[in-house]
């Protein structure tokens, strides 16, 4: 549609720009001359009209052809002369500059052959000379040009269609060792594989109906280095999980069965292989028995890795699996189809495909993590001593590796902020990925791909809103594996993002794609993909917006696992400074808690800290929204504050900063989603306040230590609040331990006190 769109701009909308030319230079462009000049010299006249320029309108065409009768250029030059004013003035008013600059575009796109006149001035007895050699130039330049958009257009978002017929599934059968595959598959199917259990299995419509009524059979269970998992069976005949020596590994593809061993072998910097770990061995005896998996504990520093490359064995598995079997029931029918022809009763075709080809979705949060999961993907698929063939490698390095120029300066930060920032941090890419005979094509249309890899951002933008022209949701209509990875990470971008995919997940397409229904199962055509679908989501703290998602928008007919390991000892005990920690419980009726924490604010606490010799006090904010509510009433009450959030620029940052240190500024308002992102020190802070706590346990005590970074010697007079309610249970335990917020929740008190730095005292 792209060169369309170009072709029709140039021939049918010349108008304006030849308007503006002739009042600029006088005359009209020669290019545009010869079109209408010469009409013996048909190859001219018919180059707009070329079947490759066919979007000309037929009476516009007809305009053309009866121009030239009429008229010669020079005397249809001489008649514009006098009334171009007119025009170009109502022209000039209506149009902007921004009109201009386009038109200058168009000018630098179609080259020397026709640059707007600027550099053409011939006369007019040379035109007829010239005027062939013009119109074969622009001709020429109109050709580049559109190419050349194209590729402009490929910077932004490069689809790679020249190995289409390579990795189509549909015209591509198995190679010698099909046979071997088709009697591995019948192998599986007698070993009872997982894989085959899964998307075999048909549901009647009371099991859809008892899985959309939310009632669910709950069983608790302890696997040695998980800890304990909570298992939710909405249909009984399902069977739970049982102990962990009791749940064998899922079979591996014949390409994975030699390498699924050496998962972590490029986790070491030296190169140095380590051996699978256990937690690794426990999660793939998790996912392959097809269960939605909850794991919250991934540290992004140690566990983060290795969560990796075990949900990236799984993936492979899956979709090698399912292209096997594509690739040998191909095989199969084109020996039925012979068969047929000599006289054998023809069969069934096999139902083995969805309504559209994509199987995977991984969301990741930055570039850096996509390239991480490619990377895991390929040293997954090749064998020792050989590469394997991967297309559009070189493009990928250079798109979602990390410039020299981006590497950030040698900054005191955090070992997990430099974990989780690794590598190139943009949060708006999507690319899509397609297997096949242990081959790999990047930047495969979303159509043709088997994996997705994509920022919920850059997914966003795909799918788009109700009510848009341009949107597209039917390449997530047969996922059968979804993947969420840091889903903590998403927290701080946008969670709608999150959402909005979540809503666009198996929904029914709206066009065919191309699909062979013959073969699309059954459970597809009747809308009940969601119950098939396996979600995994990995994240490293509890949140309660994170189990929504799993709660809310997953459907799997076998059930649920998550894991539920309370903290022991809070982030608290990281706290170095000697500082009172005083908690502050408030009433609330609901999860939403906004205007209940608002006006516990307002009332209580503010009052305490609005004498200047309350000074230097920083409020700490999880939430942007409670932040600009809180700015508003400090603006509409003038009281003297500065702020900071995610948004600020680092002139104001510097400015704030300088103030409150200073203190100038007797309150600093901080958002939590600023110290994700920056972890700056904030100097000079002498009272704390965290409006809510912290969503990561250990800002809490990374903020609290900021305390000793003032350098005033002041800290008998440090002070530190803390606000909360009842909802908040899985921030409190992670920050002050599970036995003490269990204790802080029921008590009838509801104020309590910690004093760190020396022996710990509750009250």
């Not at 029709?8 to 030849?18: D, E, M, V």
């Not at 859809?208 to 939310?214: D, E, F, L, P, Y």
């Not at 096999?350 to 390929?378: E, H, M, S």
């Not at 943009?426 to 997705?452: A, E, Q, T």
Request: proline share 4%.
């Amino acid at each position: 549609m792209g060169k369309r769109r170009q072709n029709k701009q140039l021939f049918t909308n010349l108008s304006k720009k030849q308007k503006k030319h002739l009042k600029e230079f006088g005359e009209e462009h020669p290019f545009h001359d010869v079109v209408g000049e010469r009409p013996e010299r048909t190859e001219i006249v018919e180059l707009p009209v070329s079947p490759e320029h066919s979007d000309v309108e037929p009476d516009e065409l007809e305009e053309e052809e009866e121009e030239p009768e009429q008229k010669t250029a020079y005397e249809k030059l001489l008649s514009t002369l006098s009334q171009p004013t007119s025009n170009d003035q109502s022209e000039e008013e209506s149009a902007d500059d921004e009109e201009e600059e386009e038109e200058e575009e168009e000018g630098e796109l179609l080259g020397e052959g026709d640059s707007d006149g600027v550099g053409d001035d011939s006369e007019e007895g040379e035109e007829d000379d010239g005027g062939e050699e013009e119109a074969e130039d622009a001709d020429e330049a109109l050709t580049e040009a559109v190419e050349g958009e194209d590729k402009e257009a490929g910077v932004e978002e490069f689809i790679d269609k020249e190995n289409e017929s390579q990795f189509c599934l549909e015209s591509n059968f198995m190679d010698e060792g099909g046979q071997d595959d088709t009697e591995s598959t019948a192998e599986h199917k007698d070993s009872k594989d997982m894989f085959l259990q899964h998307l075999d299995t048909e549901l009647t419509e009371d099991d859809v109906q008892k899985i959309t009524s939310g009632s669910k059979a709950k069983a608790q269970i302890t696997w040695p280095k998980l800890g304990t998992l909570l298992v939710a069976n909405p249909l009984e005949k399902f069977g739970s999980i049982g102990q962990q020596k009791d749940t064998n590994l899922p079979g591996f593809h014949k390409l994975l069965e030699s390498r699924w061993k050496d998962l972590n072998q490029t986790s070491d910097s030296q190169g140095v292989a380590e051996d699978i770990s256990p937690v690794q061995l426990e999660l793939l005896a998790l996912m392959g028995s097809y269960k939605d998996l909850y794991y919250p504990e991934t540290c992004p520093l140690s566990q983060g890795p290795q969560v990796r490359s075990a949900y990236c064995l799984h993936v492979l598995n899956h979709v090698l699996k399912a292209n096997s079997q594509v690739l040998a029931h191909n095989a199969q029918l084109r020996e039925q189809k012979t068969q047929a022809k000599a006289g054998a009763e023809p069969q069934d075709e096999p139902r083995d495909q969805g309504l559209t080809r994509p199987k995977v979705l991984i969301l990741v949060p930055f570039r850096g993590g996509a390239l991480r999961v490619i990377q895991t993907l390929i040293s997954l698929l090749e064998t020792k001593g050989k590469k394997m063939m991967v297309s559009n490698k070189k493009r990928f390095k250079e798109e979602f590796g990390e410039d020299d120029d981006d590497k950030p300066s040698n900054l005191q930060r955090p070992d997990d902020y430099r974990a989780i920032f690794a590598g190139n941090v943009d949060d708006h890419f999507r690319i899509g990925v397609s297997i096949l005979k242990g081959s790999m094509r990047l930047y495969s249309p979303f159509y043709s791909s088997d994996i997705i890899i994509a920022s919920p951002l850059g997914l966003r933008t795909v799918l788009g809103a109700e009510g848009e022209s341009k949107r597209d949701f039917d390449f997530l209509s047969s996922i059968e594996l979804l993947v969420v990875d840091q889903a903590d990470v998403f927290l701080m971008q946008n969670w709608e993002h999150i959402l909005h995919v979540m809503k666009h997940m198996n929904l029914q397409p709206l066009d065919s794609h191309g699909v062979d229904f013959s073969r699309v199962r059954m459970w597809n055509l009747n809308n009940w993909a969601k119950h098939y679908r396996q979600t995994l989501v990995f994240g490293s703290i509890q949140d309660p917006q994170i189990n929504n998602i799993f709660t809310k928008h997953c459907y799997n007919y076998r059930g649920q696992v998550a894991t539920k390991n309370m903290p022991k000892t809070g982030s608290i005990c990281q706290v170095l400074v000697q500082l009172p920690h005083v908690f502050q419980m408030f009433s609330s009726d609901s999860f939403m808690d906004h205007d209940a924490r608002f006006q516990f604010f307002l009332d209580k606490v503010l009052p305490q800290y609005r004498d200047s010799v309350m000074s230097h006090t920083l409020i700490y904010i999880p939430s942007y929204f409670d932040y600009i509510r809180l700015r508003n009433y400090m603006k509409k009450e003038e009281l003297n504050f500065a702020s900071i959030c995610e948004y600020s620029s680092k002139s104001e940052v510097s400015r704030a900063r300088h103030f409150f240190q200073k203190g100038d500024k007797q309150f600093l308002l901080f958002t939590e989603r600023f110290h994700f992102y920056k972890r700056y020190t904030i100097k000079g802070i002498q009272n704390l306040i965290f409006y809510g706590l912290p969503s990561f346990p250990h800002f809490y005590s990374e903020v609290c230590n900021m305390l000793a970074a003032g350098g005033r010697g002041e800290e008998a007079s440090w002070t530190c609040t803390a606000l909360y309610s009842r909802y908040d249970a899985h921030k409190l335990a992670a920050i002050t331990g599970a036995q003490r917020a269990g204790q802080m929740l029921h008590s009838n008190k509801t104020v309590h006190l910690f004093i760190t730095g020396g022996e710990d005292k509750t009250s």
